[in-house]
């Protein structure tokens, strides 16, 4: 389920939201879901009940059996950018295979990830502690089992010393962290693809 071709502005937002839900409601009750994707700025401050919407969408998706999770959501209001994920059924889920997120922190609310066939992990402006990630690959059998993927963007630390990331890449050997030329500042999601694609080249 795919809705990209809209742009709305603070006041339409309540518009847009009405009708994703309106096409939500009449959808198959039997529907399994290949891909869910989300691209929208919103303002927190002004479309206030806009994240309890949003997870409501990202339940119905993945209790349609979702594999793929694509979601861009970026606060233009004043103060975080960062959409918070702390749904638990988010972080408990076994349908969903591939997930990429943006601009976003996470907080589990048992502390626990549980992502039991998550095979690619992709993160855009997304700042990890080390806890977090042991968290994520704790939470991922199929990331090391099958040499899945993590890339995140931009690189968390990017002063830090050889010896540094030798000892990382022994802790983390499936971790693949890329430098992204546009840190400090939010990606468009075709400036991150082209990012991607440069880091798996190299």
């Known amino acids: 389920m795919t809705a990209t071709n809209f742009r709305w502005d603070g006041t339409g937002l309540h518009d847009y939201i009405a009708f994703i839900d309106n096409i939500l409601n009449h959808c198959p009750t039997y529907l399994n879901l290949k891909k869910f994707k989300l691209s929208i700025n919103y303002s927190n401050r002004v479309n206030y009940e806009f994240k309890s919407r949003a997870n409501s969408w990202i339940r119905y998706?993945?209790?349609?059996?979702?594999?793929?999770?694509?979601?861009w959501l970026w606060d233009v209001g004043v103060g975080s950018p960062f959409f918070s994920y702390d749904d638990e059924l988010f972080f408990n889920?076994?349908?969903?295979?591939?997930?990429?997120?943006?601009?976003?922190v996470f907080n589990p609310p048992n502390g626990a990830i549980s992502w039991?066939?998550?095979e690619c992990?992709?993160?855009?402006?997304?700042?990890?502690?080390?806890?977090?990630?042991?968290?994520?690959?704790?939470?991922?059998?199929c990331l090391e089992s099958f040499n899945g993927v993590i890339t995140i963007y931009p690189e968390p630390d990017p002063f830090e010393?050889?010896?540094?990331?030798?000892?990382?890449?022994r802790r983390y050997g499936n971790l693949n962290i890329g430098p992204?030329?546009?840190a400090g500042r939010h990606l468009t999601q075709e400036e991150a693809a082209k990012e991607e694609l440069a880091i798996r080249i190299s």
């Open 180 to 182: 992204s030329a546009s």
């Open 116 to 118: 039991e066939r998550l």
């Open 93 to 104: 889920t076994s349908c969903i295979t591939r997930m990429t997120l943006s601009s976003c």
């Open 61 to 71: 998706a993945i209790s349609h059996n979702v594999e793929e999770i694509d979601l």
């Open 161 to 169: 010393d050889d010896s540094e990331k030798q000892d990382r890449a």
């Open 121 to 141: 992990l992709c993160l855009f402006c997304v700042t990890l502690d080390e806890d977090m990630i042991e968290k994520i690959l704790s939470g991922c059998p």
